[in-house]
């Protein structure tokens, strides 16, 4: 348990549906992060939120839509996916600004575009 | 951004020490090195971090030399269950965390 949850785990989705990956943080921390990892491949920088401000989109396609309501929830909005899309998603949060950089990951959603 | 090399992957044997070493030839005087392991299909855990010299935890011993253009990772006497990615990386307190390719150390019995 890292203080960073991820849900759901798993996600099959064809590639005109709408979908969308929750994650929550209970760490106090000020900066969300999304990676894209695919199949042995290095995590991919997606998106940062810092202060539940967008600083960073990784040159990102539309069809992914981040949106962080709060400092503790970051959301991946996905609609009209590739099956290239398909990857393991993970979400991380760090305290930004402070001494301790140490970033926190949530296990993944693990989603399947059909 | 300070780009950083590492091996691709290493093989060992358990019981053995491990040192993976990594180049950040550009580093800046406000970054820190930061080392990460990642289990398949998991998300990357904080092993330790360092801005010059040694450091060491529970879980492993950091060098970084003077220069600071480079650091080893140091794993003593590793198991099975070290079988992971590990990857090396260095940015400062606003930066943002860019992974590179990691090392796949791989343990044998």
């Known amino acids: 348990e890292t203080g960073v949850t991820q849900t759901p785990r798993h996600l099959v989705m064809g590639m005109t549906n709408k979908k969308s990956l929750k994650c929550e943080q209970h760490l106090g921390h000020n900066a969300m992060y999304w990676y894209k990892q695919s199949a042995k491949k290095p995590l991919e920088l997606m998106f940062v939120?810092?202060?539940?401000?967008?600083?960073e989109n990784n040159s990102v396609p539309s069809r992914f839509s981040p949106e962080c309501p709060n400092s503790s929830h970051l959301f991946l909005h996905l609609h009209t996916l590739q099956p290239e899309d398909s990857a393991l998603y993970l979400c991380a949060s760090s305290q930004m600004g402070g001494v301790n950089t140490e970033a926190f990951f949530g296990q993944g959603t693990r989603l399947t575009v059909v | 951004l300070a780009k950083t090399t590492q091996p691709i992957s290493m093989d060992s044997y358990e019981g053995q020490e491990v040192n993976i070493t990594c180049s950040h030839n550009?580093?800046?005087?406000?970054?820190?090195i930061t080392w990460y392991q990642q289990f398949p299909s998991q998300g990357p855990r904080f092993i330790i971090q360092?801005?010059?010299t040694k450091v060491t935890n529970e879980v492993a011993s950091l060098f970084i030399p003077a220069d600071r253009k480079s650091s080893t990772l140091s794993l003593p006497r590793v198991s099975l269950s070290d079988t992971a990615v590990y990857y090396c990386l260095v940015y400062n307190q606003g930066g943002k965390l860019i992974f590179g390719q990691g090392t796949e150390l791989s343990v044998k019995p």
């Open positions: 550009n580093i800046a005087t406000n970054d820190y």
């Open positions: 360092g801005y010059k």
């Open positions: 939120y810092n202060f539940k401000e967008q600083t």
